[in-house]
């Protein structure tokens, strides 16, 4: 299978009418995005299913306090600006942030190269960074993880597709599925599946 390679800073732009195409969703998985850095080339993918699940286990399980972080996070966010605390509650709110970061082992699943085994690996990179690069590899880990719903996806070429006796799901598709991939062709499914009910229903 080959890849297709996109800078990450300029190849992110949906059409105008902001729709994703699902011919584009069909080779979501043979896509690599090229984060440049001071310190080479970061190189990333679509979240695979198949890690997806791994790592949002993993997580549960690595951080037992993930939980009570978020809820610290909303409460520090309901104090109001000019309180005594405000100030304070800022600052644990960063501190916090950054904690949620290193302890999302999503940068796991999408970043192909440099190639990172664990967490600490992860930070190591991290760390070489800029405060600029850092925000910008955050934001990618981000969008290679976000799961496209199927409003964002424009149905009409598949059914075109379809019409003309082409398909867009491929053995290599199946095998190397992304999350918006499983998100977008699982919710056909059932889509069609409630449509035949309905038919048969009373």
Known sequence: MEWEFTDF??????????????????????ERWVLKTSKGDI???RMPLRLFRIIELA????????????????????????????????????????ALVMS??????????????SMDDYEELYELLSTQERDRLITAVAEMTRVAS???????????????????????????MT?????YWYSRIQAEKTAIERMYRP
């Open 59 to 98: 997580r549960v399980k690595m951080y037992p306090r993930l939980m009570d972080m978020y809820q610290e996070i909303q409460e520090l966010q309901a104090i109001p600006q000019g309180s005594e605390h405000y100030a304070s509650a800022q600052e644990r709110m960063s501190e916090l942030a950054t």
């Open 179 to 183: 999350v918006s991939q499983a998100e």
């Open 9 to 30: 800073d300029t190849g992110l732009a949906l059409p105008e009418q902001g729709k994703l195409s699902p011919v584009r969703l069909a080779h979501e998985h043979r």
């Open 150 to 176: 199927a409003d964002e996806i424009d149905p009409i070429p598949e059914m075109v597709a379809e019409r003309m006796g082409l398909k867009l799901v491929t053995k290599d598709m199946i095998e190397h």
């Open 104 to 117: 999302d082992p999503a940068p796991l699943g999408v970043i192909v190269s440099p190639s990172l085994a």
């Open 43 to 45: 190189i990333l993918r």
